[in-house]
């Protein structure tokens, strides 16, 4: 009697488990529930914005000019919150151990980005939508000269970590030329002090070029100098694709902007 009601309860389980749409004709969904995406936890019809920045982290969501409207709030509290600064522990974490396990030679360097990526903009970004709002250059640059930008905290401690086992740091950015004072200021400030290489972008070179175009070409430059990339880290997929890549890439999540 028994294993005759076992197997009743699991029919009845895998019956309701059965993703929508089977080949019996019936409607059953593995997930009835919806989740609480926007800010406040309130629904949002149409858009799940969880998924959004899943998409946006997995390169599958690409192109994108602003956040979603819908999703500021979410984006605000995964940027303020716990969620950001322990995603990002993991993937420095991650390069860390891969790190300690190599032979180091005094011609190995780990190529950083710098905006979001040892820097942060998120002083900035609070103040306008979280990437919400459109891309603006002069609210942007102005930010920038006043060089007040912090560290982020996992990355400036993976920076330490991996001077302590004598990697060589090249900072590669997509600032222009003209912010260089700036940038080698509030990088020191933020607590960079230690470096190979600063590279920032030349626009009469590359005017017109994608961020990919720009950051393999100069890595290239940097590998024909006699230098071994082993490590390479950015916010941007277009930090870490292209050619000249190094041994390992590591992608930091960002979901206010996206740049190709």
Same mark, same amino acid.
């Given at each position: 009697?028994?294993?005759?009601?076992?197997?009743?309860?699991?029919?009845?389980?895998?019956?309701?488990?059965?993703?929508?749409?089977?080949?019996?004709?019936?409607?059953?969904?593995?997930?009835?529930?919806?989740?609480?995406?926007?800010?406040?936890?309130?629904?949002?019809?149409?858009?799940?914005?969880?998924?959004?920045?899943?998409?946006?982290?997995?390169?599958?969501? @690409?192109?994108?000019?602003?956040?979603?409207?819908?999703?500021?709030g979410y984006?605000?509290n995964?940027?303020?919150? %716990?969620?950001?600064r322990?995603?990002?522990?993991?993937?420095?974490?991650?390069?860390?151990?891969?790190? %300690?396990?190599?032979?180091?030679?005094?011609?190995?360097?780990?190529?950083f980005?710098?905006?979001?990526t040892?820097?942060?903009?998120?002083?900035?970004?609070?103040?306008h939508?979280?990437g @919400?709002?459109?891309?603006?250059? &002069? &609210?942007?640059?102005?930010?920038?000269?006043?060089?007040?930008?912090?560290?982020?905290?996992?990355?400036?401690?993976?920076?330490?970590?991996?001077?302590?086992?004598?990697?060589?740091?090249?900072?590669?950015?997509?600032?222009?030329?003209?912010?260089?004072?700036?940038?080698? &200021?509030?990088?020191?400030?933020?607590?960079?002090?230690?470096?190979?290489?600063?590279?920032?972008?030349?626009?009469?070179?590359?005017?017109?070029?994608?961020?990919v175009t720009?950051?393999?070409?100069?890595?290239?430059?940097?590998?024909?100098?006699?230098?071994?990339?082993?490590?390479n880290?950015?916010?941007?997929?277009?930090?870490?694709?292209?050619?000249?890549?190094?041994?390992? &890439?590591? %992608?930091l999540?960002?979901?206010?902007?996206?740049?190709?």
């Amino acid at each position: 009697m028994r294993m005759k009601v076992f197997v009743f309860v699991l029919a009845v389980s895998v019956g309701a488990w059965q993703c929508e749409g089977s080949e019996h004709g019936h409607e059953n969904q593995i997930f009835p529930l919806r989740m609480k995406t926007g800010s406040g936890g309130h629904y949002i019809p149409e858009v799940s914005c969880q998924s959004w920045r899943v998409g946006v982290e997995a390169h599958n969501v @690409v192109e994108w000019k602003t956040v979603p409207a819908d999703c500021e709030g979410y984006v605000g509290n995964y940027m303020l919150g %716990k969620q950001y600064r322990s995603d990002s522990k993991t993937v420095c974490h991650e390069a860390f151990s891969y790190a %300690k396990t190599l032979n180091i030679t005094s011609r190995d360097i780990w190529v950083f980005d710098v905006d979001e990526t040892t820097l942060s903009n998120l002083p900035y970004y609070a103040h306008h939508g979280f990437g @919400v709002e459109p891309y603006n250059a &002069t &609210t942007s640059d102005e930010w920038v000269e006043v060089g007040e930008a912090p560290a982020l905290p996992e990355s400036l401690k993976l920076y330490k970590k991996l001077l302590s086992l004598g990697i060589k740091i090249v900072f590669l950015t997509g600032r222009p030329l003209n912010q260089k004072a700036v940038t080698v &200021t509030n990088l020191k400030i933020a607590g960079y002090h230690k470096w190979e290489k600063l590279i920032l972008k030349d626009t009469s070179i590359y005017h017109g070029k994608t961020a990919v175009t720009y950051k393999s070409s100069e890595r290239k430059k940097v590998e024909k100098e006699g230098y071994k990339i082993i490590g390479n880290i950015g916010d941007q997929w277009s930090d870490i694709l292209g050619t000249n890549t190094g041994q390992r &890439t590591f %992608k930091l999540p960002d979901p206010m902007y996206y740049i190709s």
